[in-house]
């Protein structure tokens, strides 16, 4: 029989973290929504980095929410990307995202881990908790990512010793922290394996422009401990298990809190 919770033992919180965890927007969007007094708890005008307890009412966006006490892990799914998806949760232009196709989780929405262009495939992470996807994305962690890259031009061992050594690019200095050929040569074009422990815009193929070669394929093969499964095809997700998740963790030194605040939806009538 589990003991009960004491009033003095329950976990408080800064809004803007519990609230993004929760996937109700970013802690820059709730930062900004609490200055310009867009938001209450139990009717009182919000405080930059107040704290939510058990029972709060938050109103925001003409919606209410009321913060509970969960212990339950954060969701985290894998997917295969195919070419011609983008990363946002919705396009200016039409084009399909990523998120078209993911299951649904109630109460919660997807949050991706990092991003891949529109003409890279391969390992995409998303999650549940903000807190995590943060962890995950912050240099901090220093988690790396691995791609598999075909490319076009002569790569000779000064090549390689450049982008391991770090190269100027128009945002500041990048490096692979590691290359490796891969075999599978189709006359000019030659297959390799790198991995960098950052995810800026196109860096993959930045770094391969500034020796004057050209990446014609790039697929996320690695995140961190995560590999994305041979049997995974594109267009297709798979949830990790506890035991995954426990290594997932232990890999990137994320202590998830055994107990979450967390806000769930009330009826207007409540409010």
């Not at 649904?104 to 992470?125: E, F």
Request: proline share 4%.
């Amino acid at each position: 029989m589990k003991t009960p919770i004491e009033p003095t033992e329950l976990p408080t919180e800064r809004i803007q973290k519990t609230l993004a965890r929760c996937g109700l927007g970013s802690r820059r969007q709730i930062e900004a929504a609490i200055k310009l007094g867009q938001m209450t708890i139990n009717r009182e005008p919000v405080t930059l980095g107040q704290k939510l307890q058990v029972g709060d009412k938050i109103v925001w966006k003409n919606r209410a929410w009321q913060v509970e006490l969960e212990q339950v892990l954060p969701k985290v799914l894998m997917y295969n990307k195919p070419l011609g998806l983008v990363c946002t949760r919705k396009d200016e232009k039409g084009r399909p995202t990523v998120f078209d196709k993911l299951p649904v989780v109630k109460g919660q929405k997807w949050l991706n881990i990092g991003r891949l262009d529109i003409n890279t495939t391969g390992l995409l992470l998303f999650t549940t908790d903000g807190d995590f996807a943060n962890h995950m994305m912050h240099p901090s962690a220093n988690i790396d990512r691995e791609y598999a890259c075909r490319v076009f031009g002569e790569v000779n061992d000064e090549v390689i010793n450049n982008l391991l050594a770090g190269v100027e690019l128009e945002d500041g200095v990048a490096l692979f922290s590691d290359v490796q050929a891969a075999g599978g040569e189709e006359n000019t074009n030659k297959w390799f394996h790198v991995a960098l422990m950052e995810g800026r815009n196109r860096e993959v193929r930045r770094l391969w422009e500034s020796q004057g070669l050209q990446v014609n394929r790039l697929k996320r093969v690695r995140y961190g401990g995560v590999f994305l499964p041979k049997n995974l095809r594109q267009g297709q997700f798979r949830e990790l298990n506890a035991k995954e998740l426990e290594i997932l963790f232990k890999d990137t030194q994320y202590q998830p809190a055994s107990q979450n605040l967390v806000v769930n939806s009330i009826r207007k009538g409540r409010m």
